[in-house]
């Protein structure tokens, strides 16, 4: 790792909080790689949509950045349908995209259209409970033990769930024409995620996967810092 690299903004799902990744970010500083983790914030009084607040969310976090550092944008989980909201709502331009064990954005797509296509079945059953007034998620401490087996951190990504209701799943997330503009990576973690993984190849994507559990970056931080940066210089000098 070295102080050559383009700046590194690890986005949290909206359904979990910053801790997410701040150990990654941890990580890459002592490698001198500077990484950013900025916290997704939305309101029940903003009429704006979520995917809005929380591109919004992004871009006040860049007043730290020069405009003119390159950056990579990576995504865990339920970030992944924002990426390219937020790389037109931020001044820098965009170095590569990452995916990590998560969707792959599609214009005008909501989260349930992405699931839907991804497993059809149990999406419908998802649905289903989110019309019953259901919430999502409702994991438990005890739930997350095998993927996450620190207690200290389990508690801690437990107390920053953030359940969402039918309407965050189901809002329209826009992908600007010409997404995407830069190299894309995509590393996989559980086997939850095949399908978009396969997608991924299918449209030449570099791919790499980690067999592990979908909370992988708090179980060994350095060796997904490391899984990032390496992939991500790969895609850079494949396209180059």
């Given at each position: 790792m070295t102080k050559s690299h383009p700046a590194y903004v690890l986005i949290h799902s909206p359904l979990v909080g910053p801790l997410t990744w701040t150990p990654v970010a941890r990580e890459m500083r002592r490698g001198d790689i500077r990484a950013l983790v900025p916290a997704l914030t939305d309101s029940p009084?903003?009429?704006e949509p979520f995917w809005k607040q929380h591109a919004e969310s992004v871009r006040q976090a860049f007043a730290r950045l020069s405009n003119d550092l390159p950056v990579t944008l990576v995504a865990h989980s339920g970030a992944d349908p924002l990426l390219p909201a937020i790389a037109q709502s931020i001044p820098n331009p965009v170095h590569a995209y990452v995916f990590i064990d998560a969707g792959i954005p599609r214009d005008g797509a909501s989260r349930l259209d992405l699931m839907q296509s991804e497993d059809p079945a149990w999406a419908a059953e998802f649905r289903e409970e989110l019309e019953r007034d259901g919430q999502f998620p409702t994991w438990s401490f005890e739930e997350l033990e095998e993927i996450l087996p620190d207690e200290s951190l389990r508690r801690r990504l437990v107390a920053e769930l953030r359940p969402r209701k039918l309407d965050f799943f189901t809002?329209?997330?826009?992908v600007f024409a010409g997404w995407p503009d830069a190299p894309c990576v995509y590393i996989q973690?559980?086997?939850a995620y095949d399908r978009p993984a396969a997608r991924a190849r299918q449209a030449?994507?570099?791919t790499e996967?980690?067999?592990a559990g979908?909370?992988?970056m708090l179980v060994d931080p350095g060796a997904v810092a490391s899984k990032i940066v390496e992939t991500v210089g790969r895609g850079r000098s494949l396209s180059g």
């Open positions: 009084a903003s009429n809002e329209p997330i826009p973690f559980s086997s030449g994507w570099i996967e980690i067999p979908h909370f992988h």
